[in-house]
Every structure is written in structure tokens, then in C-alpha cells.
């Protein structure tokens, strides 16, 4: 199973972007200056924006989705609960996990944008696909729920999951980095050989590294346990 | 600077709040009421009870530039000139002195290639950057950024830091996710479930946080070292 960026050019006018390059099964990071094609990435992947040259081979994936950087983009329910059963999934349960207990009968649009990112990152991670494609799925969320989207990921319900972000302080373990680097898309590699490479790596890993620690993943924990390592 | 009073505002129940000058850090769970509290110093809505003054005036009366988190809300206009420039324009500023005010904030923040941009062309973070050029370029009294750097990358925010601090506005409310950045300011204000539980210096804050997640990262690898 992949999803392959097959000698891929996306382009806004005079912006271009280029990609090619094979996501496999596992947890795949995306990161990118502001404005370097993230989205416009993501959404080519995801099929929903048409390249201007190159094609996306989809190999062994029947079930894919795009959960978009703004979570008012995908409401399609006026009550939560509607909101909830749009995704064909159990209602208390689903508020019990994204934190809203109680909250059924309250206007979808009416939660506060980090409420509405947590319910609709519940219900899309509640269904089972063959690849998922996150856009900033951090963005909004506080610290606690980052780490529990984190755990979700983790858990490995996916097969392959592709996640576009800058969050600098909460991530879940990851199989492999990417970087968007003056208009192409770069791989660094697997992790952990990827980290010292990493440019847009997170202050912590950054300084932890900085330090001759060898963290085994690109969680904080990783970088404190490698320290912790140095100095027993 | 800042004082609210018996503040009575939806889900928000402010006994006493006092927040001095400078840079101060809102932080706190999803839904623990940070936007209103920000709303409300903004003007932007009016507390159903209680009272709430900044400098000793009404909200309405302050000088604020707000930049909130979805990039969409933040612009009006066709082009970033256009919308670096706008606030100045009513503001009635002589036109002599509007190009070189907007040239010189779209430079420090490092956008200046993004000036004859239209605007629905940018990326959600690059619209991030031309609203925080548009509030600063009127030198406001208050300037609330909320979770602005959610849309940013490492170093787009730490371009906007850097910006804060070269044109400071003598109170600044910035509401973020991101500890680290909350670690740097002034003082910090953690609320939960509509309240100000802990504010003070950073280091007094994040002293009751520090067996969570909103404990900084960059403070829990440097006690490692």
C-alpha cells in the first residue's frame, strides 16, 4: 500500500511546488515554511487539487480522506449529534472521547474552534481508513488534546497517515520526514537517522541535539529520556 | 493596565483580575473562555455584568488592534497593500505617510514580497502575518493576538516575537497553545473553566502546571541537561 507523488508539479500562478516521492505505510511528517504548498500539497494528495504536470498513483488505498486545516470546512450537521451521526458513529461515545459529555444538542457552529477541531478529529479518526491526510490537525488545540490526537495516531488504526504541520512542542512518533525546501518536497528519511537533518525540527529536539543527545523519536519525551540517557 | 471587576460574561466569572503593561500570555484549556476575555478587552462584545477598564476607560475607548486566529476573519481588503494600509486611511493619516508606514512594517516582519499580493492568494499562515502588519502599523495602545501563532511555522513566530518586542505596544494579550512562547512573556494568566486561576510571572505560573502537558518543553529538556 501507497500513495505516490509521481514527478508531481502544483502550481498558483507563478508558484510552483514539485514533489516526488512515495509515502508507505506508517506515520509520515510534512513540514514547510508558511506558504510553501503544505495545503496545496495535502489537498493534491488527496485528490482535490489538480496538478498542472505529473500524476498520484494510489496503490492499495480504497479509503482515503483529508481532514482540512479549518474544521468549519467539514461541518455538515446543524446540532452536534447530527454532526456526530453524519459519520456514522455512536453519539455519547463520541462526546465522551473528544471531551464534549452533554454537549448533543449544541449548534455545531457554536463550540469554540478548539471544541469544533476536537469533535471533528474524534469522528474522522473514529472511522477506519486506509490513509489519512492531516492538515495542521494541531492547529486550536490545546495541550492535553494534542497529545491525545497524538495517542490516536499512534495507535495505528491507519495504515498510512500523512500529517502536515509546524506544531513545535506536541507530535506523535513518526516513521519518516518530509520537508518542503525552496518549491520541492525533500525527503530526510526514516527516523531516527532524519533528525539531525531536520530543519524545521522543534526547538526541543533542536536542543536536546544540540547537546550530543540521540533521541530514538521526535517526541519530547524522546529528546528528555536521550538526555536522560547522557547523564545517568 | 487592565482591571476587571465581578466580570459576569457567558461562561466567563472574573472576581478580580489586574493585568499590568507589556507582554502578557493567555493561556488554558479549549472552551476555558480565553476568546471571550479577549473579546471583551477588544470591545468587541460588552460584558453582561461587572466592570472591565484598560487604562482606566471603557474597551470601546482604547486604541486596540486584534488579530484573531482564523486567517480568513482577519482581511478586508483586495491587496495586502491595501489592507496593511487601511487602518491608517481611516485612521485619516496624510497619504505622504501611509506608503512608507506600510513599507516599513511589511519589512521589519520580512513580507514585503507579499505587498502587491491579493489577498485570497496567501496562505492561511501568510494571512496570519499581513493582519498582525495591519494592527501594527496603527502603533495601537492594546494589541491582542489570539492563537495567532497556531497558523505559523517555527520561524514565521519567531518573526512576529521579534516584531512584538522591536515595535512593543505598551499592553499586549496573546493567547496561545504554544508554552514555550507563553514562557517568554511578562506574566502569564492560566484560566480554566471560565476563571483566572493562576496568573503571574511565567515561572509562577507554569510552578502549577509543571506535572501537565502545558508545562514548557523547552524548560523540561533544560532541567535534563
Same mark, same amino acid.
Given at each position: 500500500?501507497?500513495?505516490?507523488?509521481?514527478?508531481?508539479?502544483?502550481?498558483?500562478?507563478?508558484?510552483?511546488?514539485?514533489?516526488?516521492?512515495?509515502?508507505?505505510?506508517?506515520?509520515?511528517?510534512?513540514?514547510?515554511?508558511?506558504?510553501?504548498?503544505?495545503?496545496?500539497?495535502?489537498?493534491?494528495?488527496?485528490?482535490?487539487?489538480?496538478?498542472?504536470?505529473?500524476?498520484?498513483?494510489?496503490?492499495?488505498?480504497?479509503?482515503?480522506?483529508?481532514?482540512?486545516?479549518?474544521?468549519?470546512?467539514?461541518?455538515?450537521?446543524?446540532?452536534?449529534?447530527?454532526?456526530?451521526?453524519?459519520?456514522?458513529?455512536?453519539?455519547?461515545?463520541?462526546?465522551?472521547?473528544?471531551?464534549?459529555?452533554?454537549?448533543?444538542?449544541?449548534?455545531?457552529?457554536?463550540?469554540?474552534?478548539?471544541?469544533?477541531?476536537?469533535?471533528?478529529?474524534?469522528?474522522?479518526?473514529?472511522?477506519?481508513?486506509?490513509?489519512?491526510?492531516?492538515?495542521?490537525?494541531?492547529?486550536?488545540?490545546?495541550?492535553?488534546?494534542?497529545?491525545?490526537?497524538?495517542?490516536?495516531?499512534?495507535?495505528?488504526?491507519?495504515?498510512?497517515?500523512?500529517?502536515?504541520?509546524?506544531?513545535?512542542?506536541?507530535?506523535?512518533?513518526?516513521?519518516?520526514?518530509?520537508?518542503?525546501?525552496?518549491?520541492?518536497?525533500?525527503?530526510?528519511?526514516?527516523?531516527?537517522?532524519?533528525?539531525?537533518?531536520?530543519?524545521?525540527?522543534?526547538?526541543?529536539?533542536?536542543?536536546?541535539?544540540?547537546?550530543?543527545?540521540?533521541?530514538?523519536?521526535?517526541?519530547?519525551?524522546?529528546?528528555?529520556?536521550?538526555?536522560?540517557?547522557?547523564?545517568? | 493596565?487592565?482591571?476587571?471587576?465581578?466580570? @459576569?460574561?457567558?461562561?466567563? $466569572? *472574573? +472576581?478580580?483580575?489586574?493585568? #499590568?503593561?507589556?507582554?502578557?500570555?493567555? =493561556?488554558?484549556?479549549?472552551?476555558?473562555?480565553?476568546?471571550?476575555?479577549?473579546?471583551?478587552?477588544?470591545?468587541?462584545?460588552?460584558?453582561?455584568?461587572?466592570?472591565?477598564?484598560?487604562?482606566?476607560?471603557?474597551?470601546?475607548?482604547?486604541?486596540?488592534?486584534?488579530?484573531?486566529?482564523?486567517?480568513?476573519?482577519?482581511?478586508?481588503?483586495?491587496?495586502?497593500?491595501?489592507?496593511?494600509?487601511?487602518?491608517?486611511?481611516?485612521? @485619516?493619516?496624510?497619504?505622504? $505617510? *501611509? +506608503?512608507?508606514?506600510?513599507? #516599513?512594517?511589511?519589512?521589519?516582519?520580512? =513580507?514585503?514580497?507579499?505587498?502587491?499580493?491579493?489577498?485570497?492568494?496567501?496562505?492561511?499562515?501568510?494571512?496570519?502575518?499581513?493582519?498582525?502588519?495591519?494592527?501594527?502599523?496603527?502603533?495601537?495602545?492594546?494589541?491582542?493576538?489570539?492563537?495567532?501563532?497556531?497558523?505559523?511555522?517555527?520561524?514565521?513566530?519567531?518573526?512576529?516575537?521579534?516584531?512584538?518586542?522591536?515595535?512593543?505596544?505598551?499592553?499586549?494579550?496573546?493567547?496561545?497553545?504554544?508554552?514555550?512562547?507563553?514562557?517568554?512573556?511578562?506574566?502569564?494568566?492560566?484560566?480554566?473553566?471560565?476563571?483566572?486561576?493562576?496568573?503571574?510571572?511565567?515561572?509562577?505560573?507554569?510552578?502549577?502546571?509543571?506535572?501537565?502537558?502545558?508545562?514548557?518543553?523547552?524548560?523540561?529538556?533544560?532541567?535534563?541537561?
Amino acid at each position: 500500500m501507497y500513495l505516490k507523488a509521481d514527478r508531481l508539479t502544483l502550481s498558483h500562478g507563478e508558484w510552483n511546488l514539485r514533489a516526488d516521492g512515495v509515502f508507505g505505510q506508517g506515520v509520515h511528517l510534512v513540514t514547510g515554511p508558511v506558504g510553501s504548498g503544505k495545503t496545496t500539497l495535502a489537498s493534491a494528495l488527496a485528490g482535490i487539487f489538480e496538478p498542472a504536470s505529473g500524476r498520484i498513483n494510489r496503490d492499495g488505498i480504497l479509503h482515503l480522506t483529508l481532514s482540512m486545516q479549518f474544521p468549519e470546512y467539514h461541518v455538515t450537521g446543524f446540532l452536534v449529534k447530527d454532526e456526530i451521526r453524519s459519520w456514522h458513529l455512536p453519539v455519547a461515545e463520541t462526546l465522551r472521547q473528544a471531551g464534549l459529555d452533554g454537549r448533543q444538542n449544541a449548534k455545531t457552529l457554536t463550540l469554540s474552534r478548539g471544541e469544533l477541531k476536537r469533535l471533528h478529529l474524534t469522528c474522522l479518526l473514529g472511522n477506519l481508513w486506509d490513509a489519512v491526510i492531516l492538515d495542521e490537525p494541531f492547529a486550536g488545540l490545546d495541550c492535553r488534546e494534542k497529545k491525545r490526537v497524538c495517542a490516536a495516531i499512534e495507535e495505528g488504526n491507519h495504515p498510512l497517515i500523512i500529517i502536515f504541520t509546524h506544531e513545535q512542542a506536541v507530535l506523535p512518533a513518526a516513521d519518516v520526514i518530509w520537508e518542503i525546501e525552496e518549491g520541492a518536497l525533500v525527503c530526510r528519511g526514516k527516523v531516527p537517522e532524519a533528525i539531525p537533518a531536520w530543519k524545521g525540527a522543534p526547538r526541543y529536539l533542536t536542543r536536546a541535539t544540540e547537546e550530543g543527545a540521540q533521541p530514538k523519536n521526535i517526541r519530547l519525551q524522546d529528546a528528555t529520556e536521550a538526555l536522560c540517557r547522557m547523564h545517568a | 493596565m487592565i482591571y476587571a471587576q465581578n466580570l @459576569r460574561h457567558r461562561l466567563l $466569572d *472574573i +472576581e478580580s483580575l489586574h493585568i #499590568g503593561g507589556g507582554h502578557t500570555a493567555i =493561556i488554558g484549556p479549549n472552551g476555558s473562555g480565553k476568546t471571550t476575555f479577549l473579546k471583551l478587552c477588544a470591545g468587541i462584545e460588552l460584558p453582561h455584568h461587572g466592570t472591565l477598564t484598560i487604562s482606566g476607560k471603557e474597551p470601546r475607548a482604547v486604541h486596540t488592534g486584534w488579530v484573531g486566529e482564523v486567517p480568513d476573519n482577519n482581511l478586508v481588503f483586495r491587496t495586502v497593500y491595501d489592507e496593511v494600509a487601511s487602518g491608517l486611511r481611516f485612521r @485619516r493619516t496624510p497619504v505622504d $505617510d *501611509i +506608503e512608507p508606514a506600510v513599507l #516599513g512594517v511589511l519589512s521589519d516582519m520580512g =513580507i514585503l514580497h507579499l505587498c502587491s499580493r491579493t489577498s485570497h492568494t496567501l496562505s492561511g499562515g501568510e494571512k496570519v502575518l499581513v493582519a498582525c502588519a495591519a494592527a501594527l502599523a496603527l502603533s495601537p495602545e492594546l494589541l491582542i493576538l489570539d492563537e495567532t501563532d497556531t497558523h505559523l511555522d517555527r520561524k514565521a513566530a519567531e518573526i512576529l516575537e521579534t516584531i512584538i518586542r522591536k515595535r512593543p505596544a505598551p499592553c499586549i494579550l496573546q493567547c496561545t497553545q504554544d508554552m514555550d512562547t507563553a514562557a517568554r512573556a511578562d506574566r502569564v494568566v492560566f484560566f480554566e473553566g471560565g476563571r483566572p486561576r493562576y496568573a503571574g510571572t511565567p515561572k509562577e505560573v507554569f510552578f502549577h502546571l509543571s506535572e501537565t502537558e502545558m508545562y514548557p518543553s523547552l524548560w523540561r529538556i533544560a532541567e535534563c541537561i
